[in-house]
């Protein structure tokens, strides 16, 4: 009777696991099953995970209409690499001091960072300061706005309140400073949290098209632009484009590029990335977020 209801326990368990899986890819999979089928076919309707046309068009009409498209990349792909490094990096070494009892501000810093989490200068104010800062028309305006993240400081705070003290006394005991302790003995043993708090970070630059339209004229967007903000202009173009032409017009069945299409193509071209990256920090991201999650 139990070895029976333990088989129906773990069947509905599998059903329901199945159907979750089900429902997680359906919508990628059907977004790549539209940027690989025709254009005009994909105007349609009808497309579900399997494209009914195959074809890779969408993506070199993509390439061949961003023309900035290989700068930006490699612009995406640096800022992304430098921006998670560093933000985390400095995020990490923000919550440390916040993190030891013997720190006596540490509350009083504690406050002024949450309370920065509800107010906020708004965008003409951030606009003066990166003007004064000299960092408009410059790559590192990519860089120094987002190295400090008060969510991100509070998570890894909350890591590091777990850590024994006792093994930073007896470093100290043995005549380590504070930063011997930070990059030998703490660093170390936040891994989990660093490499969680390094996907958002990256995540959230990877995907970031507003600073390169607000803090960079049209002169200087060719050699500093980014990927999301080519693909948002030529999203723009083409959406521009299918809109004036009637769906229904021999215009439209002639061309081969459709908005849909190419909003399909830029979906995956800036999701894979992320794809790629994820799997090697996932098993660090559970323990992360919950390890990181407890109160003082």
């Known amino acids: 009777m139990m070895v029976t209801k333990k088989r129906h326990i773990h069947l509905i368990s599998s059903l329901v696991m199945i159907l979750v899986v089900i429902v997680t890819l359906y919508p990628f999979l059907n977004v790549l099953a539209k940027s690989l089928n025709d254009a005009v076919d994909t105007v349609k309707g009808g497309i579900t995970i399997f494209p009914r046309k195959p074809t890779i068009k969408n993506y070199s009409d993509l390439f061949t209409t961003g023309s900035n498209l290989g700068t930006a990349f490699f612009n995406s792909v640096i800022r992304t690499i430098l921006g998670s490094f560093l933000g985390t990096l400095c995020c990490a070494m923000f919550a440390y001091p916040l993190s030891r009892h013997d720190f006596i501000a540490r509350k009083p810093f504690l406050r002024i960072l949450i309370i920065t989490m509800y107010v906020s200068g708004g965008l003409i104010p951030g606009y003066l300061l990166m003007r004064n800062l000299h960092l ?141 990256v994820y799997p090697f920090v996932q098993k660090y991201f559970v323990s992360g977020i919950t390890l990181g999650a407890v109160k003082e």
């Open 136 to 276: 408009l028309n410059s790559f590192w305006v990519y860089i120094i706005p987002s190295l400090i993240s008060a969510y991100n400081i509070i998570l890894i705070r909350s890591f590091m309140l777990n850590i024994p003290q006792a093994l930073s006394e007896a470093a100290r005991i043995d005549g380590a400073n504070d930063l011997t302790i930070f990059f030998k003995i703490i660093l170390p043993m936040c891994k989990p949290v660093l490499a969680t708090v390094m996907l958002f970070v990256a995540v959230g630059h990877w995907n970031d098209w507003y600073s390169t339209y607000i803090y960079m004229t049209r002169s200087h967007r060719t050699s500093l632009s980014t990927l999301q903000f080519e693909l948002m202009k030529v999203l723009d173009s083409v959406s521009q484009t299918g809109s004036s032409v009637d769906i229904h017009s021999e215009a439209l069945k002639n061309s081969t590029k459709s908005p849909e299409a190419i909003k399909m193509a830029i979906t995956i071209v800036c999701t894979v990335p992320i794809l790629i």
